[in-house]
């Protein structure tokens, strides 16, 4: 087995482990009793999880327990893209109203 091979198989364990870290820090952020505007990271938290499910398809996968279609993937990657597109331009219309507001 190449090290490529080798590395391929073990990623998605590796990234489950980081993302229990994120998840960990998530709960954190969402149990403050501060109250902050968190839709850009709720949002960020929806692409995690949607990462999350394709890493866990990817990992039953290489074990053979399941077998789903080819387009499943890039809609998972397409779906935390606009995720993410949409968090920053939510972000941006946050940061451009504070703004706004302290010109006046």
Not at 68 to 92: A, D, K, R, S
């Amino acid at each position: 087995m190449t090290l490529a091979a080798c590395f391929g198989t073990v990623a998605p364990y590796y990234n489950l482990g980081l993302v229990i870290i994120v998840f960990i820090l998530f709960l954190q952020l969402f149990q403050t009793p501060k109250k902050r505007k968190l839709m850009h990271w709720k949002l960020l938290f929806g692409a995690v999880c949607l990462f999350v499910i394709e890493e866990l398809l990817t990992i039953l996968k290489f074990a053979g327990l399941i077998d789903y279609p080819l387009w499943i993937n890039p809609l998972l990657e397409t779906g935390m893209i606009i995720q993410f597109i949409y968090m920053l331009l939510h972000q941006q219309r946050l940061v451009s109203k504070h703004y706004r507001s302290k010109k006046r």
